[in-house]
């Protein structure tokens, strides 16, 4: 859908169910949204879990949390616990108790749980609800379970029999997430796709779905921040450390690019923990950077930023982010999106081999950097925030003239 102007400014309930702000990708995207959508003079009241895990708000969006109550965690990673449904259902509860006085003109639900309090909210007031897909929770579950470990306590043939029990929870996992990646979709008036590949997962009829790529924010001031240092040949992954990163790529292909170029080193901008494996591997740092724009200072010092992604769902912001601050990327075909050497990305295969050698290719080849950069500038340029806001706001516009 092409950009278009908004008929008249929206008073928007857009929906989280996560704890914001916070450094990650989902809500990266939901922020610049909303200070996008607040500079085209629409109304954003953004309802959130009742804690953030670190990170500025966006001064456009009224923020309405949840409740904290006690022996429940608000503040929480993307990892699957028992705090998530309570947190949840205090989420619709304020939501329910909130949205009817602030009598939106369309609420916008993120992700499943964000999408789900906003149908229910939607229905209620019978209100417009668009429902925004950001990655698929089948894959993220399977992860997430796939990397889990059972106890150690003694059993007999206690290797197979965990191996047993993880193969079960794994595929279980991944079931339930594809009912949700279908279902919830559906119970929207109109769903926005960051990607074709979520699209397709939720097998999505084309009549009331728009696919739209994230926009790329244009790099801050960051002279007065730490940056890595110029005598080394940095390669940094930035973000989490969670398991639908395959990280597993970068263990295996990193030594080899060691081998081949002892000056280089690898630097994990996190806020995470581990994994050890990664974390403690020769030439690898990691680096808890102190606040965002610490993170963008450390990552637009780097020769090259790696995303060994290999799953489908979603656009890996850092990498977006690195693109800003015009960084050549190295990144696997499924995290790309598409995107090439005239966008600032380096594809390759999903393979160890594939993601060593375009470092070390990117690394060798000053000529191939300076040109790559180049690209990313230029395609911030093009892809800027204001643009998907008034798309968003497009789409908006459409769902209330449907049900008006």
Same mark, same amino acid.
């Given at each position: 859908m092409a950009a278009r102007n908004s008929q008249a400014p929206h008073?928007?309930?857009?929906?989280?169910?996560?704890?914001?702000?916070?450094? /990650?990708?989902?809500?990266? =995207?939901?922020?610049?949204?909303?200070?996008?959508?607040?500079? %085209? #003079?629409?109304?954003? $009241?953004?309802?959130?879990?009742?804690?953030?895990?670190?990170?500025?708000?966006?001064?456009?969006?009224v923020i309405h949390r949840a409740p904290v109550v006690p022996f429940v965690r608000a503040d929480l990673d993307s990892r699957p616990r028992l705090a998530r449904?309570?947190?949840?259902?205090?989420? &619709?509860?304020?939501?329910?108790?909130?949205? +009817?006085?602030?009598e939106p003109t369309v609420i916008h639900g993120h992700n499943h749980e964000g999408g789900i309090a906003a149908a229910i909210a939607g #229905?209620?007031?019978?209100?417009?609800?668009?429902?925004?897909? $950001?990655? !698929?929770?089948?894959?993220?579950?399977?992860? =997430?379970?796939? *990397?889990?470990?059972? !106890?150690?306590?003694?059993?007999?043939?206690?290797?197979?029999?965990?191996?047993?029990?993880n193969r079960g929870l794994t595929k279980g996992a991944g079931g339930f997430g594809s009912v949700l990646d279908h279902l919830v979709p559906r119970l929207a008036d109109w769903v926005l796709t960051l990607d074709q590949d979520a699209l397709e997962t939720a097998s999505l009829e084309k009549g009331r779905v728009t696919v739209l790529p994230p926009g790329v924010s244009r790099p801050p001031y960051l002279s007065s921040f730490p940056k890595l240092p110029e005598d080394v040949d940095w390669v940094v992954y930035p973000g989490n450390l969670d398991p639908y990163q395959s990280l597993h790529l970068l263990v295996?292909?990193?030594?080899?690019?060691?081998?081949? %170029?002892? /000056?280089? +080193? %690898?630097? &994990?901008?996190?806020?995470?923990d581990g994994p050890k494996e990664l974390a403690t591997m020769p030439g690898v740092c990691l680096i808890r950077a102190k606040s965002h724009m610490e993170a963008l200072s450390l990552l637009g010092s780097a020769r090259a930023v790696v995303i060994p992604?290999?799953?489908?769902?979603?656009?890996?912001?850092?990498?977006?982010?690195?693109?800003?601050?015009?960084?050549?990327?190295? @990144?696997?075909?499924? *995290?790309?999106?598409?995107?090439?050497?005239? !966008?600032?990305?380096?594809?390759?295969?999903? !393979?160890?081999?594939?993601?060593?050698?375009?470092?070390?290719? &990117?690394?060798?080849?000053?000529?191939?950097?300076?040109?790559?950069?180049?690209?990313?500038?230029?395609?911030?340029?093009?892809?800027?925030?204001? @643009?998907?806001?008034?798309?968003?706001?497009?789409?908006?516009?459409?769902?209330? $003239? /449907?049900?008006?």
């Open positions: 008073r928007v309930a857009m929906v989280l169910a996560s704890p914001f702000p916070a450094p /990650r990708g989902t809500q990266a =995207w939901v922020s610049e949204l909303c200070r996008a959508l607040g500079k %085209l #003079r629409h109304e954003v $009241h953004l309802f959130c879990y009742g804690e953030g895990l670190g990170g500025s708000l966006p001064p456009e969006a449904p309570f947190n949840d259902a205090l989420l &619709l509860s304020t939501l329910m108790r909130t949205v +009817r006085a602030l #229905r209620v007031l019978q209100v417009p609800v668009v429902h925004q897909i $950001h990655g !698929s929770l089948a894959e993220e579950l399977a992860a =997430w379970t796939g *990397a889990a470990r059972f !106890s150690n306590r003694p059993m007999r043939r206690a290797s197979r029999t965990r191996a047993i029990l295996a292909a990193w030594p080899r690019v060691l081998r081949e %170029l002892p /000056r280089a +080193r %690898l630097a &994990l901008v996190t806020h995470d992604r290999t799953g489908g769902g979603g656009y890996p912001i850092k990498m977006l982010n690195a693109l800003g601050l015009g960084v050549p990327v190295v @990144a696997c075909e499924p *995290a790309a999106k598409g995107l090439g050497k005239e !966008s600032g990305v380096l594809a390759v295969a999903s !393979s160890a081999d594939a993601l060593s050698s375009g470092i070390l290719r &990117l690394l060798r080849d000053r000529e191939l950097q300076r040109s790559l950069s180049t690209a990313a500038r230029a395609f911030c340029e093009a892809n800027p925030w204001r @643009a998907v806001a008034e798309v968003v706001a497009g789409v908006y516009d459409l769902v209330c $003239h /449907r049900l008006a």
